[in-house]
């Protein structure tokens, strides 16, 4: 039985904002291995949101820090702004400090991958976000993945019961996650076979 | 004004139309074992063009040093050193060069505490240089108990500048 999924990225696109071109010739040959042939790579934020308002990929791959801009802010601006903001967004990063990766997921990133590379990772990474279905969520500080597995009520907060929660999104109450939970909640899970 | 009398806009939570699912998904493809193997084949292919990336770094980094032991260094000159560092860290990593690896670390960190004082002197950049040297690709290897006094000495530096107040020469 076949555990791993088998994926076919004949077709699937894929755009790469990176300025280092060691980083750079090792991603596109891991995706090019993959059979992700369809790669435009850009070296700085401002290609990379022109190449976007032209182009619609299926996969961006970002360095969290670009020769002009912070990868963050191109993350939000694609969120904010891009024609296809709800594209699948992999933050490529040397330093993975927590607050690098609180960073990454507050800005709408839908992963976190820390440079040098790792193949397997990298392959995961791919298998999750792309076979997965995570909704969205779009609020007025945050736009991205919705990175919560609470049931949180019916929608609009129109809710039958007294106690149904509404989906109203007020102040954190919690503080922000250690990497492990973050680390946790972002790994790959089990995937339906198809 | 306090928090409760902010109105909240409602969150819109949706499923984003995407295909992405349907053609990845699609007869063929590569399983994760193929897929995986082949991509560090290609990596691989890379090695003899990294391994000369690291050595050009490495003279960056020396080149740097030796003017700095010449006259104060610049924060422009620690920036170019904090970029080949980083890039030497990104190769070692990939090729699994451990000792290369933690010597480039060090003088990341190390680079990031000298940007706080000024003026910035010289001697770490030369010692460090001297460790990536030592750990360099194609160098004689050393032994187990020569790479901890040189990743000693390392810590040593990053320790001697992480206690010292910022501002002070």
Same mark, same amino acid.
């Given at each position: ?12 696109? #894929?755009? !790469? ?5 060691? @980083?750079?010739?090792? %991603?596109?040959?891991? =995706?090019?291995?993959? &059979? /992700? ?71 709408? #990133?839908? !992963? ?5 590379? @790792?193949?397997?990772? %990298?392959?995961?990474? =791919?298998?999750?976000? &792309? /076979? ?63 | ?169």
């Amino acid at each position: 039985m076949e555990k791993s999924p088998r994926l076919n990225f004949n077709g699937v696109t #894929a755009l !790469l904002a990176e300025a280092d071109r060691h @980083s750079v010739s090792f %991603l596109a040959e891991i =995706l090019r291995r993959f &059979g /992700l042939e369809n790669q435009h790579c850009v070296e700085t934020g401002a290609e990379a949101k022109v190449y976007m308002q032209r182009v619609a990929v299926d996969f961006f791959f970002c360095e969290a820090a670009l020769p002009d801009m912070n990868g963050l802010d191109l993350v939000r601006w694609v969120r904010r702004s891009a024609p296809v903001p709800y594209v699948p967004i992999v933050l490529l990063t040397g330093y993975s400090g927590v607050d690098a990766v609180v960073g990454a997921r507050d800005a709408g #990133a839908n !992963l976190v991958v820390k440079k040098p590379l @790792s193949p397997q990772v %990298l392959f995961d990474r =791919l298998a999750w976000m &792309g /076979l997965g279905t995570r909704k969205f969520i779009e609020t007025e500080s945050y736009v991205g993945p919705d990175r919560r597995f609470k049931s949180i009520g019916p929608p609009d907060g129109l809710g039958r019961r007294s106690t149904d929660l509404s989906q109203d999104v007020g102040q954190a109450t919690e503080p922000n996650m250690t990497q492990a939970e973050i680390d946790a909640m972002m790994k790959p899970t089990k995937l339906a076979s198809t | 004004m306090s928090p409760t009398n902010l109105t909240k806009k409602k969150a819109r939570i949706f499923v984003p139309p995407s295909n992405l699912k349907d053609q990845l998904s699609r007869p063929g493809g590569t399983t994760r074992d193929d897929a995986v193997k082949a991509a560090i084949a290609g990596v691989e292919m890379l090695r003899e063009k990294s391994m000369d990336a690291i050595d050009q770094a490495i003279e960056a980094v020396e080149a740097v040093a030796q003017e700095g032991m010449k006259g104060a260094l610049t924060e422009s000159n620690l920036k170019d050193v904090l970029r080949n560092a980083d890039e030497i860290v990104e190769l070692a990593g990939t090729f699994r060069l451990e000792n290369l690896d933690a010597a480039g670390r060090s003088l990341c960190d190390l680079v990031g505490l000298l940007l706080k004082v000024s003026p910035y002197p010289a001697e770490p950049i030369v010692v460090h240089a001297r460790a990536l040297r030592l750990f360099a690709p194609g160098r004689p290897s050393l032994s187990a108990a020569q790479t901890e006094v040189i990743l000693g000495e390392l810590a040593r530096f990053r320790a001697f500048f992480e206690a010292r107040p910022a501002g002070t020469p």
